[in-house]
């Protein structure tokens, strides 16, 4: 297929997956193609959802993921202390291991030509014809403002990234890896070897372990020299918006949200835990930045099971009660 959505998911994000399957229906279009990758075995919840859905299908194929994880392995075998540090965790292999299987998308065999990758916990604002357009004339697509960030992305203590990348390079090239868009067959086998040969001559340094899978792309498509478009660095101020629930300033209007009178392209419910969404969605009422919109979504085509509130809700980030603290201190209450 020419152009097509991926996204990763299993039961745990279930919630959020219906969520954004719905906003894609309704801004995007019904018959958008999407495929929703499994993030692990934990998927019945997903698989029944895929099947009620004609665009929907669903890629649960460990070889083709096999490829990625090994290589993902060997890829933080070759950083000076990650492995150690998280075997000493108790994380076996290495971080995040699931989030490895989106990068099959690039596979030369892959189901779309072009795709966009969403996280499961994103909605989509709008149509998406003009980040596929865009890929007419670059291999790698953003919409995000994280190269303000790159302390999320790279380890800025390596004195090896300002030998590897440029200053000019950081500040305007890294993203966030909840939202790109690019080609099937980008990062061939060969070139993955090359990155790798690099890694071992010592570059791994620049890694951020707390972000594995992002760091690393971002590292692959800037070692690589990837053809790149960020819309938040090329568009005129007065038409670019941002895309993060941290941001307090968006409106929302028949259940889309813009930003200074523009419709965003996608909402990233970002550092946001998926059991809030779970623990709402089953009748608790706490309430998080633009929860209306996530819950007008996750019940567009059924919404007499959406949960009915009274009171005044409770903020999801609220500090614990003086008794749960006490109690928790001594033992008696965990979480």
């Known amino acids: 297929m020419k152009n097509g959505i991926y996204t990763l998911a299993n039961d745990v994000v279930y919630n959020q997956l219906v969520a954004l399957l719905n906003s894609i229906e309704a801004n995007a279009g019904r018959d958008v193609p999407v495929c929703v990758i499994a993030y692990n075995d934990q998927i019945e919840k997903v698989k029944a959802e895929v099947a009620s859905r004609q665009n929907v299908t669903l890629l649960d194929n460990p070889d083709i993921f096999a490829r990625w994880e090994e290589y993902s392995h060997q890829v933080w075998k070759s950083h000076p202390t990650a492995i150690k540090i998280w075997q000493e965790k108790g994380i076996k292999k290495f971080y995040r291991v699931g989030e490895n299987r989106r990068y099959c998308a690039f596979d030369a065999d892959s189901l779309f030509e072009n795709f966009i990758y969403l996280d499961a916990d994103t909605l989509v604002m709008q149509p998406l014809d003009f980040i596929f357009q865009q890929l007419e004339h670059q291999d790698f697509v953003v919409y995000d403002f994280q190269y303000k960030d790159p302390g999320h992305i790279f380890n800025l203590k390596s004195e090896q990234l300002l030998k590897i990348f440029s200053q000019q390079q950081i ?74 629930v941290t941001s307090e300033h968006f409106t929302v209007k028949d259940n889309i949200v813009y930003d200074k009178g523009q419709r965003l392209t996608y909402l990233h419910y970002i550092g946001l835990s998926s059991k809030l969404f779970n623990r709402v969605c089953e009748g608790e009422n706490l309430d998080f930045p633009y929860r209306d919109v996530f819950l007008h979504y996750r019940y567009l085509h059924t919404p007499e099971a959406r949960p009915n509130f009274s009171g005044r809700p409770q903020r999801y980030d609220a500090p614990p009660s003086l008794t749960k603290r006490v109690l928790k201190k001594i033992g008696l209450a965990v979480g």
Do not use: H
């Open 171 to 244: 500040d305007t090239e890294i993203f966030c890896s909840g939202f790109y868009a690019s080609k099937r067959g980008t990062f061939p086998p060969e070139q993955r070897e090359w990155l790798l040969s690099k890694l071992n001559e010592g570059e791994s340094d620049v890694l951020y372990m707390s972000a594995p899978n992002q760091s690393v792309l971002n590292y692959m498509r800037m070692r690589t020299n990837t053809s790149f478009y960020n819309f938040a660095l090329n568009l005129p101020a007065e038409l670019k918006t941002g895309n993060s």
